[in-house]
């Protein structure tokens, strides 16, 4: 079971303070392995994930100062951009990484986020999936034709040339089968979670990834990574004590994203709908506490390393081969770069 690690702060964790710097220092320390990847979100207009609208930027900066982990944007919201310019940013960065960059494309979810480019929200996921398949293509180095201003069709091919003969891609799911299945299809890898799905629906959307995979005549089993919140330390009670603060805060913000999402009109993650009503705060405050005892006793990688160990080890017959270590939830940054060591022995424990 390999670790990378991923971020997703809101932007109010940083208020005034340093707020790239833990980044920076997990980059370096990641570098050093065991960790597979470091992982950098897109997120837009709010300050849950609010410190990453550009995965691209990101991940430069990380090129900058690693020289052996896997860089991968998790998400790119490829309907919010034009796919040309994504394939030509991506090979950029994968020849400043010397060649270890990835991408998880999402079709993006929140309404507001679609500012950017409203014609396309209703289309979407079938957006998304053409992007990939045009950007795949200029990737391997295919000329593509695209129509001019005046009425005159040009020939484009990929320049800089990546290192990578293929780009590595993974399609995010908040939880959609078909998703999953779609991503089979096109032998893309999968980035979920487990909001809204335990354990067992999610290896049941494994065992359909797996099957469109086969049915497609993709070879390989391909990689489900699934993402946790993680804080490793070496007392269950103190990491419950540490970590009940901040991440009841962060999922406070994340609540407050989706009534976002639902005041604009539009799906809330992992595409279902709420009604577009204020939430009365004590209700708030109830939300919060039973979503941080679901994600604290069944959904995470928080407590000693042994309840961490035993979860990890419960995850292989589901089919999950691969974790995104979401540390940035609140945590304070000394007490994360002093854990990454603990977690490394986790990761070594599961192989």
Known sequence: MN??????SSVDQHAGGDRYGLLLNVARVADAGPFVALWTPERHFHPFGGLFPNPTVTTAACAAITSSVQLRAGSLVSPLHNEIRVAEDWAVLDNLSGGR?????????????????????????????????TIRRLWRGETIELDGPDGRSFDVQLHPRPLQAELP???TSSGDVRTFERAGAIGANV??????????????????????????????????????????????????????????????????????????????????????????DDLKEELVELAFER?????????????????????????????????DFGVPDELVLESLSTLAEVAASVG
């Not at 670790?3 to 997703?8: A, D, Q, V």
């Open 191 to 280: 980035l979920t979670h487990l909001l809204g799905q335990d354990l067992d629906v999610l290896a049941t959307k494994i065992a359909a990834y797996r099957r469109a995979r086969t049915d497609a005549g993709v070879p390989g089993a391909g990689t489900v990574t699934l993402m946790l919140h993680t804080y490793v330390g070496s007392d269950d009670r103190d990491v419950r004590h540490l970590v009940q603060a901040p991440l009841s805060n962060y999922l406070a913000s994340a609540i407050s994203l989706e009534q976002a999402a639902a005041a604009g009109g539009g799906p809330v993650s992992g595409g279902r709908r709420l009604l577009d009503e204020d939430i009365p």
């Open 3 to 8: 670790l990378g690690l991923m971020f997703f």
């Open 101 to 133: 960059v990835a991408i998880s494309f999402g079709s993006g979810w929140n309404i507001e986020d679609f500012a950017l480019w409203p014609e396309r929200y209703e289309r979407r996921k079938d957006v998304m999936y053409e992007q990939i398949a």
């Open 295 to 327: 994600y604290y006793e069944s959904a995470s990688l928080l407590g000693s390393p042994d309840r961490c160990v035993g979860f990890l080890r419960r995850l292989v017959p589901v089919g999950v081969d691969e974790i995104a270590c979401l540390i």
């Open 169 to 171: 891609v993974w399609v």
